[in-house]
């Protein structure tokens, strides 16, 4: 069982205990050459760094970049990271320049850090350490924008990326949100994750984005409110290389969802 937590910056975590062992090692070492010269990133460090000590949550904010960039552009910028989520930031409908990434482990922010002043096409790009509470921040600026805008992206709304507090204090309803998924994930993965339940394919649902991409959430639909709240402590263990958040939700946040990338 997992034992609680706190994110440094005061984020609601969970610490690495006993479960975290199937975690590959997916956090890279070091450069094979100095930063800047774009060498590969090599993977030799162990992802237990943090243990016996609270983690940060793992974001960073870039700067500089290109004004038709996508989030296949900021994969492969931080290729051999584990990219959980991009937010592009805009301001007054435009897109700033900005983005915020998290990744998939604390430690992976370090060597995303080494890829400060490197470029993306023509441009440098400048990266910057952040922190959980910037990020929501930005999350919630986005929704606003997108209130009288098109947003560059699919974001959801602001509870989606709630801190976890109010979240964990909703009543369970049988819907489980998960939040972190790999973009490859399909129905077979989420069932094959909660195996200990009774699930088909047709309580597993995997919402769309706007150009028909997954937005790295999903629903799921349990037998009852009781066997939702059990499977709870699959919290933040690991589907492949990523550790999944679960949420209570319910079938109207289930269909919107569902709905909005129609």
Do not use: W
Not at 112 to 132: D, P, T
Not at 163 to 171: L, P, V, Y
Not at 212 to 220: L, S
């Amino acid at each position: 069982m997992f034992s609680r937590g706190q994110f440094v910056d005061g984020g609601d975590g969970r610490e690495m205990g006993s479960k975290r062992q199937r975690l590959p090692d997916l956090s890279p070492s070091f450069y094979s050459g100095s930063p800047g010269s774009g060498s590969s990133l090599m993977y030799n460090a162990s992802p237990y760094t943090y243990i016996g000590q609270p983690p940060p949550f793992p974001v960073v904010r870039l700067r500089g970049l290109p004004f038709d960039c996508s989030e296949s552009d900021v994969t492969e910028f931080f290729h051999g990271l584990n990219i959980v989520d991009v937010l592009f930031v805009h301001k007054n409908g435009r897109f700033s320049g900005e983005a915020y990434c998290v990744l998939g482990y604390p430690l992976q922010v370090e060597f995303a850090l080494r890829k400060n002043r490197q470029n993306m096409g023509r441009r440098y790009i400048e990266v910057f350490r952040s922190k959980r509470q910037e990020y929501y921040r930005a999350v919630a600026n986005e929704v606003s924008e997108g209130k009288s805008s098109p947003p560059r992206r699919s974001v959801p709304r602001a509870r989606s990326y709630d801190d976890g507090k109010n979240d964990a204090e909703r009543e369970h309803t049988g819907v489980l949100r998960l939040r972190g998924l790999p973009f490859s994930a399909g129905k077979d993965d989420v069932l094959d994750f909660f195996n200990d339940f009774e699930l088909s394919e047709d309580s597993v649902h995997i919402p769309l984005n706007s150009d028909g991409r997954p937005t790295g959430e999903a629903f799921v639909e349990f037998a009852s409110a009781e066997d939702s709240k059990a499977a709870m402590v699959k919290d933040r263990m690991t589907l492949g290389s990523r550790y999944i958040e679960l949420f209570p939700s319910s079938v109207e946040e289930l269909d919107e969802a569902v709905s909005s990338g129609r």
